[in-house]
C-alpha cells in the first residue's frame, strides 16, 4: 500500500501503527517522526510561519474572505506519488487540506485513491481515527493496542491526579486571542484542573482579555496552535496589551508545545496531558517555564 498523509496527526498515527514504510508522501508541516523527514512535500501554504501571530491571522481571514484555500494540495506530486490511501481531515481548514479538496484531486488519479477523513474533536474521536487508519492499513489489532496504551496512560495520570480542582486557562493563539477546546479540556481535567473559557468537543473560543482575566484563572498554560516553545516565547514577547501583562505578571504561566503535545490528534496527546500535569504540580515556581518530556535536555 501506498499512503499519503496530509496533516501531521495522520503522520504520526501511522508512525504509532509502527509502519511507516508505507508512507509516500506527507505535508509541509509534518516535523514527526524524524524517519519520515526525507518524504515528498505534497502540501504548501503562501502564510509565511516566521510572521507574527497577528500577521499571520491577517492573512488567513484574507484567503478566507477571498476564496482562497490556506494550504494547497500539489495535484500533480500527487499523480506521480500515485497513491492507495489519502489521509486527510474534515476539521480544520487553516490547519491541512481540507477532505473537499483531497477528495476532488483524487477523483481524478489513475485509479483514484481512497480518501480517510480523520474527524476527532475530543478524545473519543482520536482513538475513532486511530482504530479508522488500523483499519485502512490492515493494522487492526496493532491500533486496538495503541488505542488501549494510550488510554491506560491516562488512566494512571487520572488516578495520581485525584478530583480536577486548579482553574486552568488554555491558550491556543495570543493575537487574537483563542482559547484551545476540542480534546484540550478532558486532557486537563485527566491532569486534575478545570479547564476554563472553552468546551471540550467544542471549537477553539476566540476571547478578549478582559473576559479571561474574569474567569479567575489559577494557572495559564500557553499551547500555541502550530509553534512550539521558542516560537511560543517569541508571541509572548510581542504582546503589548496592558489587560495581557497584567493576567500574564500575577498567575503562574507555564509554556507546552502545543505544535507537539495538544493541536494534533494523534497518540502524543497523551504526552500534552502530562505536560498539563508537570504544570499542575509545578505551578509555583517561575512565573514563565516550559515542559519538556522526560529525558529531553
Known amino acids: 500500500m501506498r499512503v ?32 519520515v523527514q526525507h518524504l515528498p512535500r505534497v502540501t504548501t501554504t503562501p502564510i509565511d510561519p516566521a510572521a ?46 481540507s477532505d473537499g479538496q483531497a477528495h476532488r484531486i483524487a477523483a481524478t488519479l489513475q485509479p483514484p485513491a481512497t480518501v480517510l477523513s480523520l474527524r476527532a474533536r475530543d478524545l473519543a ?13 490492515n ?5 486496538d493496542e495503541l488505542v488501549l496504551e494510550l488510554q491506560s496512560r491516562l488512566q494512571l ?14 491558550i491556543e493563539w495570543l493575537d487574537p486571542l483563542f482559547l484551545a477546546g476540542h480534546w484540550v479540556p478532558e486532557l486537563v481535567a485527566t491532569a ?26 489559577d494557572l495559564i498554560l500557553v499551547m500555541l496552535c502550530g509553534f512550539g516553545v521558542d516560537r511560543a516565547r517569541i508571541e509572548l514577547d510581542r504582546l503589548a496589551c496592558p489587560e495581557a501583562l497584567e493576567l500574564l505578571s500575577r498567575v503562574p504561566t507555564w509554556i507546552i508545545d502545543g505544535n507537539a503535545y495538544t493541536s494534533r490528534g494523534g497518540p502524543r496527546v497523551v504526552d500534552g496531558a502530562e505536560s498539563i500535569r508537570s504544570a499542575i504540580e509545578q505551578r509555583a515556581g517561575d512565573r514563565v517555564q516550559a515542559w519538556q518530556p522526560a529525558g529531553v535536555c
Open 4 to 35: 499519503v498523509t496530509l496533516l501531521p496527526a495522520a503522520t504520526e498515527i501511522v508512525a504509532g501503527l509502527g509502519d511507516t514504510s508505507v508512507l509516500v508522501g506527507i505535508s509541509h508541516e509534518c516535523d514527526y517522526p524524524p524517519d
Open 52 to 97: 507574527a501571530g497577528a500577521s499571520i491571522d491577517r492573512d488567513v481571514r484574507r484567503m478566507h474572505e477571498a476564496g482562497q484555500p490556506v494550504i494547497a494540495l500539489n495535484a500533480e506530486q500527487l499523480r506521480q506519488l500515485a497513491p492507495d490511501l489519502i489521509i486527510a481531515q474534515e476539521q480544520c481548514e487553516v490547519c491541512a487540506v
Open 125 to 137: 474521536g482520536v482513538w475513532s481515527d486511530i482504530r479508522a487508519v488500523g483499519v485502512a492499513l
Open 139 to 143: 493494522l487492526e489489532a496493532r491500533a
Open 157 to 170: 495520570l487520572r488516578s495520581r491526579a485525584g478530583s480536577p480542582s486548579l482553574r486552568v486557562l488554555c
Open 192 to 217: 486534575g484542573g478545570v479547564s476554563i473559557g472553552a468546551q471540550p468537543g467544542g471549537h477553539s473560543t476566540r476571547r478578549s482579555w478582559s473576559e479571561v482575566a474574569g474567569l479567575r484563572p
